[in-house]
């Protein structure tokens, strides 16, 4: 199966991508340039791909960079925080949806918010 991974390097998203990756499946962890260089999330997503992670560069500003990314998997998981600011991830979370319904192929979304 392939799995798209979206909040990855969080507290609950570097879980399941290493569960994801245990389990065989095919894993893609979105890569967000608003990380910029934040040494540990970079880090962590190179030792994501030292495993086997597919790193997909998209940004929540550039809906068409997610479609992309949405259309190479057949299901979704988001563990986007909202540690921040809740309504802010309640935003991203609208905008996954957004290209996941553009995008048109998938069938199963999981999604978590964890605060």
């Keep these: ?28 962890v979105v890569q967000r340039p608003e990380i910029g260089l934040d040494i540990e999330k970079l880090q962590l997503l190179l030792s994501f791909k030292r495993q086997g992670a597919i790193l997909v560069p998209a940004s929540f500003s550039d809906i068409q960079s997610l479609v992309d990314a949405v259309k190479r998997v057949d299901v979704v998981i988001s563990a986007l925080s909202g ?31 964890f605060h």
């Design 1 to 28: 199966m392939r799995v798209l991974v979206v909040g990855g390097t969080g507290y609950l998203g570097k879980r399941i991508v290493k569960a994801s990756l245990l389990e065989g499946h095919e894993t893609y």
């Design 83 to 113: 540690v921040h600011f809740r309504s802010h991830s309640i935003l991203l979370q609208l905008k996954l949806v957004e290209a996941i319904q553009a995008a048109g192929n998938i069938k199963v979304v999981f999604s978590f918010n």
